[in-house]
């Protein structure tokens, strides 16, 4: 019978140790009798805790802004009135409230800042994210930076087509989880415009260095595959990244995200 992790009266290094170093997840967390020990119940309550404040945290402008260096920045909201109303009607965050007028440049790329699920990954790795994709966009014109608050993925094909964008970058949070409350998600969609699908994104997933993707790493995919989506004129199942896999937090290759398809994580 093998060694049951946390078991009282254990003795010896503890087998379970390799397995727990290779990941962030919550695995091998012991007993204490038909219950978890005190130590690992607590941290559970902790981790949910800082799951469901990332998600009620309200998006700071100014954070990101300040993160930005004087890059241009437009504001624009869902038509979800707040929070309670985005997380209730997915619907209403797919949309730009009504009113709201952007402008036109017709560049090639346009990037949007979204809050979606956890604002606190757009106010650590947004800014930063983005500068990483600028340097790399020099064979490509670029839009004003634009932040959008109580917004799911899908708002990005009205802000892309809005601003006459070839392509849309959307920088959103992604849904807390227990092990990661900071985790930021990339989708591309080309031609965007209202009414695109899921299978017509392509994503990349858990940027959020030191723990998940790194920027550099990040922005390098999403500029492959800008350039199979500019190749072949679409984005999504049609799409594929042959680049290198990246290495794992544990030092494994693994694939660099999720070639096609929305994550539900984000909506």
């Not at 757009?122 to 959008?148: I, K, M, Q």
């Not at 494994?252 to 909506?267: E, F, L, M, Y």
Request: charged share 25%; glycine share 12%; aromatic share 2%.
């Amino acid at each position: 019978m093998s060694t049951l992790p946390g078991r009282s009266g254990d003795n010896g290094p503890d087998p379970w140790a390799v397995l727990r170093g290779a990941t962030r997840a919550r695995v091998a967390l012991g007993r204490a009798g038909d219950g978890l020990p005190t130590a690992r119940e607590l941290e559970f309550r902790l981790a949910h805790a800082v799951a469901r404040d990332a998600v009620h945290t309200a998006l700071d402008p100014e954070v990101v802004r300040a993160g930005l260096d004087g890059l241009p920045v437009v504001e624009v909201h869902s038509a979800a009135a707040d929070r309670a109303e985005y997380l209730q009607r997915p619907d209403l965050g797919r949309r730009l409230a009504p009113g709201w007028s952007l402008p036109r440049p017709e560049a090639d790329v346009a990037i949007v800042l979204a809050d979606g699920l956890s604002p606190r990954a757009v106010h650590e790795h947004g800014a930063a994210l983005t500068t990483a994709l600028l340097d790399r966009l020099a064979d490509w014109s670029v839009g004003p930076v634009v932040l959008a608050a109580q917004a799911r993925v899908a708002l990005g094909d009205e802000i892309g087509a809005a601003l006459g964008a070839r392509v849309v970058l959307v920088l959103i949070g992604e849904r807390p989880g227990l092990s990661a409350a900071d985790s930021l998600g990339i989708y591309l969609t080309w031609a965007p415009r209202p009414g695109r699908t899921d299978s017509e994104r392509n994503c990349v997933s858990n940027v959020r260095p030191p723990h998940g993707l790194g920027y550099a790493e990040a922005a390098d995919l999403v500029l492959r595959l800008l350039e199979g989506a500019r190749e072949l004129g679409a984005s999504g199942v049609a799409l594929k990244d042959e680049g290198p896999s990246l290495p794992s937090e544990s030092g494994h290759r693994s694939p660099p995200g999720i070639p096609a398809g929305a994550d539900p994580r984000t909506g």
